[in-house]
T-cell receptor
């Protein structure tokens, strides 16, 4: 997978927007940027993914820079339940057939404070 | 739709024993992947199955094996358990439609295996 770099930890006040950055300077071709999160003792949860354009769903927004070398996940109104480890992943687009192999880094531990 | 279901939720085994973990994917999902999560190594890919065939395998010893049934349900087996096999084992499913790299994974909440 294209290597991604994330800050190890971030804090956010409840009700504020949480902006989680990710660098993926080696991204290439039609590789997508995916975000997952893992709340303690649960399995990772898919949040959002995108290719070039900004994406928004009921959980979050994803902003991808024009050169696609970095992106930001935005949780518009963070709650205490958003405290989790957030993973930015760029699965390889090598013409293969594998759907299920992802490389997880250490992610960003987001702590939302009251 | 029901999510990915993994059973059992917790398991305690003794060194040298073997263990079988079960995963039921989301209805209609044909790809099932397994991951091991430990505090030291993080989340690591074990293997992936599609249409009852192993399609991809991570860097784990042969003691770790799996299979997928015709209804897409999957099991993984670990033989001759070692203390280091204590981990959270996660299963994920994917619809496997369209392009592979544009298909999110949906994870279960895992089986917590403790080897004593």
């Amino acid at each position: 997978d294209a290597k991604t770099t994330q800050p190890p930890s971030m804090d956010c006040a409840e009700g504020r927007a949480a902006n989680l950055p990710c660098n993926h300077s080696t991204i290439s071709g039609n590789e997508y940027v995916y975000w997952y999160r893992q709340i303690h003792s649960q399995g990772p949860q898919y949040i959002i993914h995108g290719l070039k354009n900004n994406e928004t769903n009921e959980m979050a927004s994803l902003i991808i820079t024009e050169d696609r070398k970095s992106s930001t996940l935005i949780l518009p109104h963070a709650t205490l339940r958003d405290t989790a480890v957030y993973y930015c992943i760029v699965p390889p687009n090598a013409g293969g057939t594998s759907y299920g192999k992802l490389t997880f880094g250490q992610g960003t531990i987001l702590t939302v404070h009251p | 739709k029901a999510g990915v279901t993994q059973t059992p939720r917790y398991l305690i085994k003794t060194r040298g024993q073997q263990v079988t973990l079960s995963c039921s994917p989301i209805s209609g999902h044909r790809s099932v992947s397994w991951y091991q999560q430990t505090p030291g190594q993080g989340l690591q890919f074990l293997f992936e199955y599609f249409s009852e065939t192993q399609r991809n395998k991570g860097n784990f010893p042969g003691r770790f094996s799996g299979r997928q049934f015709s209804n897409s349900r999957s099991e993984m087996n670990v033989s001759t358990l070692e203390l280091g096999d204590s981990a959270l084992y996660l299963c994920a499913s994917s619809p496997s439609e369209g392009r592979p790299y544009n298909s999110p994974l949906h994870f279960g909440n895992g089986t917590r295996l403790t080897v004593t």
